[in-house]
């Protein structure tokens, strides 16, 4: 195989590809990127960790066509210190890749190609698109909910599914770790008719999102009820899905939560950030109390003493005192955009329903704490 390459264009797609390879491998090849040059011109970078698997195509100027599997950190921590706009040769023959740029030469070890797992798709019955900056906000306001906890998997990533609602079809996506629930719901795209329900891992949703940043237009996206496949641009990202139920979250929703609090998202985001300054570290708790047009804002540690503030905003209902987690309420009301946002709230032990308004496509919940 031999090929040349612009510095930035391999930089980019390593970039891509590399991510996704685990540090640490128990299985030599995992650590590679498998590079295939074809006598059309396109340079095919692979890589995967069993799970997730991601494909770039690039333009190269190909001499000879080859396919070979290289370090992915070391080709990518090599291509990254070359000068900026140097042309990269790559050249593989005998267990050897060959770099060259300008007056800097590599040599390092590759691995055959046919010991490179590919991850085998099968059928994708269902396949539809959805615009760039919709896929950005669907997971940009959900991912944060994602549980880290392993013994529960099924929550590890974005459970996405179909259902009818008052406005129609629609297509949600929802993320939970037990203490908030946040919901994104768009109209159902075409195509997504029958979509068996599905949870997308959590690192195939961080893997997406950094590709989404530099596309345009629309992304194909093909599942079955094991698999899931995105096609942006020269990108195809497959992944392997969580094999798990994942819980009714519309039972935790609450319907009847009779008292509303309106207020500025960003007031009552550094009003959070700033008492829980002091807040102890493993409790994370502020008090929120609520009288009429106000909310004062209350941590108190054995440790670090007490932090108190108070916020004007709109409630008229009778007084109320509620605990949350600080960090949990802060990840909330950062996914706000607007300058509103609203609280329906019960009583100290039920959780508080958020949103900006009635009609907008993000939903969160949010379980109180004792303080």
């Given at each position: 195989m031999k090929a040349t390459i612009e510095r930035a264009v391999l930089l980019k797609s390593l970039g891509h590809v590399q991510s996704v390879v685990e540090r640490r491998n128990t299985i030599p090849i995992l650590s590679n990127v498998l590079i295939e040059a074809d006598a059309s011109g396109q340079l095919k970078l692979m890589a995967t960790d069993l799970d997730l698997q991601v494909v770039e195509t690039v333009a190269a100027k190909v001499e000879t066509p080859g396919t070979t599997t290289v370090s992915a950190h070391t080709l990518f921590e090599i291509a990254r210190k070359l000068p900026e706009g140097s042309e990269v040769s790559l050249s593989a023959a005998e267990g050897k890749m060959q770099v060259k740029a300008g007056r800097s030469n590599f040599n390092l070890p590759t691995l055959p190609r046919?010991?490179?797992?590919?991850?085998?798709?099968?059928?994708?019955?269902?396949?539809?698109?959805?615009?760039?900056?919709?896929?950005?906000?669907?997971?940009?306001?959900?991912?944060?909910?994602?549980?880290?906890?392993?013994?529960?998997?099924?929550?590890?990533?974005?459970?996405?599914?179909?259902a009818e609602d008052a406005s129609g079809p629609v297509l949600k996506a929802a993320a939970t770790d037990g203490h908030r629930l946040a919901r994104y719901t768009v109209t159902r795209p075409e195509g997504a008719t029958g979509m068996p329900d599905v949870i997308v891992p959590r690192k195939c949703v961080g893997e997406i999102r950094k590709l989404l940043d530099e596309a345009e237009g629309n992304v194909e996206i093909s599942l079955s009820a094991s698999k899931i496949r995105f096609q942006l641009g020269h990108a195809v990202l497959t992944s392997k899905l969580i094999d798990g139920t994942f819980p009714d979250y519309s039972r935790v929703i609450p319907t009847a939560n009779d008292k509303l609090l309106k207020v500025d998202p960003k007031s009552l985001f550094q009003g959070v950030d700033r008492v829980s300054t002091i807040a102890s570290e493993k409790t994370r708790a502020v008090k929120v109390g609520l009288d009429k047009d106000r909310i004062t804002l209350s941590v108190t540690s054995p440790e670090n003493g007490t932090a108190a503030e108070e916020l004007p905003a709109g409630y008229d209902s009778e007084p109320l005192e509620i605990?949350?987690?600080?960090?949990?309420?802060?990840?909330?009301?950062?996914?706000?955009?607007?300058?509103?946002?609203?609280?329906?709230?019960?009583?100290?032990?039920?959780?508080?329903?958020?949103?900006?308004?009635?009609?907008?496509?993000?939903?969160?919940?949010?379980?109180?704490m004792r303080v």
């Open positions: 046919d010991d490179f797992p590919v991850i085998a798709e099968g059928e994708l019955p269902t396949s539809f698109e959805l615009p760039v900056a919709e896929l950005i906000q669907i997971i940009d306001k959900t991912r944060f909910a994602i549980s880290t906890e392993e013994t529960r998997y099924y929550l590890n990533g974005i459970f996405f599914h179909v605990g949350f987690n600080a960090r949990y309420l802060s990840d909330i009301l950062a996914q706000v955009d607007g300058d509103n946002v609203e609280l329906h709230l019960a009583d100290a032990n039920a959780p508080t329903l958020i949103r900006e308004t009635e009609k907008s496509p993000a939903l969160y919940v949010l379980m109180p």
